[in-house]
Nanobody
Framework: QVQLVESGGGLVQAGGSLRLSCAAA????????MGWFRQAPRQEREFVAS??????DYADSVKGRFTVSRDNAQNTLSLQMNSLKLEDKAVYFC????????????????????WGQGTQVTVSS
């Protein structure tokens, strides 16, 4: 079993930065991939970034602004978000899976079995 808890969300002005963290407990070190997704009101949950082995993938909308990293020793997944835009406002979720796929498949929420409760990111003008 895996438990995921996100933190670090908050209110920030456009152009600012936030760092999200996902603390993992359980068999997380055996997980094949971890990822970040986000969901804005009345919208579908969308892919932000994933890390699986040596592969890191980003949604086009965040490339060059967001950086995902994983610390296996600390059992944490992080998301450094810079140059935040109004459209980045959403609830951000951390996810993990033990299923092995080609790295591009981890852009789909269906690839993940474990999810955190989410942390709110609000960007103001």
């Amino acid at each position: 079993q895996v438990q995921l808890v996100e933190s670090g969300g908050g209110l920030v002005q456009a152009g600012g930065s936030l760092r999200l963290s996902c603390a993992a407990a359980g068999r997380i070190r055996a997980s094949v991939a971890m990822g970040w997704f986000r969901q804005a009101p009345r919208q579908e949950r969308e892919f932000v970034a994933s890390i699986s082995g040596g592969a890191i993938d980003y949604a086009d909308s965040v490339k060059g602004r967001f950086t995902v990293s994983r610390d296996n020793a600390q059992n944490t997944l992080s998301l450094q978000m810079n140059s935040l835009k109004l459209e980045d406002k959403a609830v951000y979720f951390c996810a993990a899976t033990f299923r092995l796929y080609p790295s591009r498949e981890y852009a789909s929420a269906r690839a993940y079995d474990y999810w955190g409760q989410g942390t709110q990111v609000t960007v103001s003008s």
